[in-house]
């Protein structure tokens, strides 16, 4: 096939800056998690590091850029997404196996806070549902490229991706009621950027939100929560109940508002010292307010703007419809999460167990994450190379490949 003009290559500014970015919300993740769970009767045996939330945080570090930056030299295309036959892809197989994942958590997972989530294999633990929601958000991005017009078929395009969606949603509401909300929104936003008409989404939007009441009343505790919120809103006198129900809220409240402008300094936060569940965890941005004020705080938010500004360059100059919709997703998701998560902290949403990107401790989301994040790097990288290719190699379908307007 005719080879495309060359045109001089561009500096993959986008790309850059979005690795940047990243690496200074991973160090100052690192620093928040080692203050936040530093007890003062606390010893660390570094010899068995290991052991310890905080110092494990500082080793995911490295392990986060090292797969950033191997994910972000690869070609997107060739490791998601397979031209000659698309249900052999290793975004398909992939998927398969983390809806596989997702359905022993159910039966064999530890139980960690009211859900099941973990899946323990000797000394390694993890979480499937974090590897579920980068998967299948790739997976909807790779099938609305691989179809391409075909989506605004009812049949052939929306269905298969709404009934895997909805199947994964599910799977991760059973326990992660927060993750599969994020999940099922973000889905969303993919179909509708891959074609589908509006009333095709009706009908979903229809089903997830019954879905979504079952999910909330068949969990005490997720009721608990949303009573507990709607009182704090109305200023009802709920009595000691529901200041129980609201403690972990008002002590995150309390530490936002402690930090002032500059913070008590850093590690010279209290709130961390017994008073704050999940402080290294859910509610690392409240350490952040605490310790390193309003500053440190507008810092933090300022970070995560940028990652979505670039993330939305990166949508706007790239050639690609498979690389577009991949964009759109990993962006979203993180910038979502994170809202969502700043939301809870502050008290303006029911307390709901969702980290903060690149930030909160952890070791699964981390490197998943990272996973997604150098897909984004590399589809910046890819809208320079793309049009130095043959077509055939641009894109999936036939019909996106004979468009005149490609």
Known sequence: MEQLKQIPHQPNDEGNWVAIIIGALLVLGALMVFS???????????????????????????ITLMVMA????????????????????PVVLVMVVSIVLLVLVLKFGIVRNHSRRWLVVGPLQFQPSELGKWVTMMFLAAWCAYRGQKMRNFFTGFLPASILLGAVVGLIGKEDFATAALVGAMGVVVLIMGGVRWWHLLIFMLIGGVACYFLVIMEPYRVERVEAFVDSILNKEGGQEFAEKNYQKDQSIMAVGAGGIWGVGLGMGRIKLGHLPEDTTDFIFAIIAEELGFVGCAMVILLYIMLMYFGMRVVVKSDDPLGRLLAVAISGMIGCQALMNLLVVTGLAPTKGIALPFISAGGTGLVVTGVAAGVLVNVAKGRNEVIAHPVETLHLTPEIASDPNV
């Open 70 to 89: 191997i994910v972000g030299r690869l070609n997107y295309r060739k490791i998601l997404v397979w031209k000659r036959c698309f249900w052999l892809s």
């Open 36 to 62: 936040a769970g530093a007890g003062l009767d606390q010893k660390i045996d570094l010899r068995q590091f290991w052991k310890y939330a905080t110092m494990r945080r500082l080793a995911f570090v490295p």
